[in-house]
């Protein structure tokens, strides 16, 4: 059987595409990322534009849905793609049923693509023949058992460090007073920028590069808040103690699986742990929430282990094809990378 591909961007999709798509998430669990989702690709048009969908089809059959962008009009000419929603992205891969396989070349062929580069390749990605060429490990948190099973296995991993964080919840009321939790899934706009807000003021106060810099990043956010979707549901989370705001985060929600994507604490009260706090409630509440796995994303840290019940793995890519098309993309990305230097 021969494998054929459409290029068109999300908004040009059918109803029965899009069906097709959500029916291929539904039915893998390791596919059930927010960042996997159409309406998440539909959020990245509405903020980067050029953002396309290659629809594989095999004996009249759509088998799969790999979405990507470019960077500008150069790039675009040039063939030269990225994984879509680039650096705001946590999962990236191809959405397909099981049993299709590509390989790179085919992969690159198909989507008439000259170079790729790829971060947060999942790790699962390997049953449809993409692999990275370096991994980045990250964590997973499973709770399909419930809050109450999640906690008694970490009591006994780790007794100390559930003694710790109750301790830090106490002294946190003491010192500002209650503690109230929130958790919103259709946030308001004011709730998010509050968190964009403070993430990047967080940025400037530990020299990290602010993400959100680009005006495309935050037209990105503002999209995403407004999807009503089970596939790509917002989601704000919040904890205070008296009338003191202590954390926040803004994630995405696919089905069952949360994707950790944005958490911000207020430093004067670092000292309690507040995002640890605010984590602690979010997995207290899961069952009430419908949330069966929170997905930490890339990174080993100290902070995330101490909740994991799981690594997972990021490929990290850059695929090319031969040709003077590929040969000056690469050009391209070399001197970008020396400018940035």
Known sequence: MTVSADIVKPSQLSETDIARWEELIRAAPHLQRAFLSYDFARACETAYERVYVAVFQESGRVRGFFPFQFESALHETLGSAVHVGERMSDAAGLVAEEGFALSVDDLMRLTRLWQMRMTHLLEDQSAFGLTGEELVDGHLIDLKEGPEAYFEALRAANASFLRDTDRRGRKLEKTFGPQTYAYDTAPDKQSVDDIVQRKRAQYVETGAEDAFAAPR????????REVRSPFCTPVVSTLAAGQTWVAGHFGLMCLGTLNYWLPVYDKDARKFSPGRLLLWRTI???????LQRIDRGEGDSQAKRDFSTGRQRFGV??????GAKGVAARAMTSIAWRLKA
């Open 284 to 290: 207290s509440n899961a069952a009430e929430h419908g």
């Open 217 to 224: 990043r935050l037209a990105l956010i503002e999209a995403l």
């Open 317 to 322: 890519a850059m695929w090319r094809r031969q």
